[in-house]
């Protein structure tokens, strides 16, 4: 069965056709610059990158070309559009309403546009894209939207409620939801099979470093806890975005700079994180390269984020009266040991003990970094979102 998984923003669209009896990736790729120009990269297994620039007007466009290049006579992947048995979409937001994956419908696509102020950049695209291909499919392909938002929606009141005056709750849904969920969810499940455990007797911590980078505290098989908030901005310091600040540094800086609303947002959302802090970049490899080198402040940045990351395990043990395993994914999760050493150092009076013999050097591939005797066990999980969200589309068609 071939599930075709799409991601769109409001200029892209990346896809990847799964074959998901056997997990392969039949074809991927990104159209970009949709509206301005139009670049479409399509890179199908086994054969030929393919890359066309033709005009891009809008996403059906875009649907379109991608629908055309699967089933190219030269570099296709299938014979027949047809032989596409459903899409899945990730959708950024679905607010309070859905803790699962669904099939769109009416009812869905009013919840996705009801959620447009919660997810401003990601909800009108992600609707886009659902709209563009109920357009160009064949009538009756089932769609299905795949929520950022939805393992956390089993966090208990207490942990998802902010202290503000509670008609905002009300009025404007402010609360938090936490984002990543399909990592989270995907890392989380992996992590008891591959130790062989049952999902629902383990407490789990899972880190998701990347660009963007949260934590969420899992217990008898729920999400309790995760960083983000209502919007990804919460939690961690991460690329570029502060994560959790004393919220009266807002105002502050708005009055001693005379900023507006969005232009704060900007300097909270893209100026700040690690790469306000060390003035080199957001990409760990440029940070860890200028901290050996001896810049001061990329060292400070590394640290914030080390330090910061270890605050949050400790404080998901304590939510969860103890972890049994903690794991790290994506970018930085996924690849930089020194990083997931500085986070599990100083841990050991909590039974985290990481065998340098083996998380030294050891990049994207599943593994315990923990010693044998380690109370509590560290692992790698490469996560894949993707096939994350062609297997909730298989389960739910
Ligand atoms: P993601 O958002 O999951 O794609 O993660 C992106 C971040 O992961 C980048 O900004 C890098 O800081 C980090 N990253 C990716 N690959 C590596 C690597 N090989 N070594 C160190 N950091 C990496």
């Known amino acids: 069965m071939n599930i075709l998984v799409i991601n769109c923003g409001s200029s892209s669209a990346k896809f990847q056709l799964f074959d998901i009896d056997n997990g392969t990736v039949l074809a991927k790729g990104n159209a970009e610059r949709i509206g301005i120009d139009g670049k479409l990269t399509f890179k199908p297994t086994g054969k030929d990158e393919f890359v066309s620039t033709d005009p891009m007007p809008d996403h059906k466009v875009a649907v379109k070309m991608i629908l055309d290049a699967l089933v190219d006579k030269t570099h296709g992947v299938i014979s027949d559009i047809s032989e596409i ?72 009141p207490k942990a998802y409620m902010y202290a503000l005056p509670y008609e905002y709750y009300e009025k404007y849904s402010i609360r938090r939801y936490g984002f990543h969920g399909t990592s989270h969810r995907y890392v989380s499940h992996r992590v008891a099979d591959f130790l062989g455990k049952k999902y629902e007797d383990l407490k789990i911590v899972t880190c998701h470093l990347g660009n963007g980078s949260s934590f969420a505290a899992v217990k008898d098989g729920k999400c309790q806890d995760t960083s983000m908030g209502l919007t990804p901005l919460a939690g961690i310091c991460m690329g570029t975005r502060t994560g959790d600040i004393d919220p009266a540094i807002v105002p502050f800086i708005m009055k001693k700079e005379g900023l507006s609303p969005d232009e704060m947002d900007n300097l909270l959302n893209k100026k700040s994180g690690v790469q306000g802090i060390s003035g080199v970049s957001s990409d760990f490899r440029d940070l860890e390269k200028a901290a050996k080198e001896g810049n001061e402040r990329a060292q400070l940045a590394l640290d914030m984020f080390a330090y910061q990351g270890k605050k949050i395990i400790g404080s998901y043990a304590a939510a969860m009266g103890g972890v049994d395993v903690v794991v790290f994914t994506a970018g930085i999760g996924e690849n930089t040991d020194h990083m997931r050493a500085a986070i599990c150092k100083d841990l050991e009076f909590m039974g985290i003990e990481i065998d340098d013999s083996v998380n030294t050097g050891l990049r ?27 297997q909730e589309t298989k389960a739910l068609i």
């Open 85 to 156: 048995a459903a899409v899945g979409h990730r959708v950024l937001h679905g607010g309070k309403y859905y803790s699962a994956s669904v099939i769109v419908d009416d009812d869905v696509k009013r919840v996705i546009r009801e959620c447009f102020p919660l997810g401003p950049l990601h909800n009108p695209a992600n609707l886009i894209g659902i709209e563009a291909c109920e357009a160009v499919l064949p009538k009756g392909t089932p769609q299905v939207a795949v929520f950022d938002t939805a393992f956390h929606q089993t966090m208990p």
């Open 364 to 390: 994207g591939k599943e593994a315990i970094i923990s010693k044998p005797g380690s109370k509590v066990t560290v692992c790698v999980i490469p996560t894949n979102e993707e096939l994350a969200i062609a």
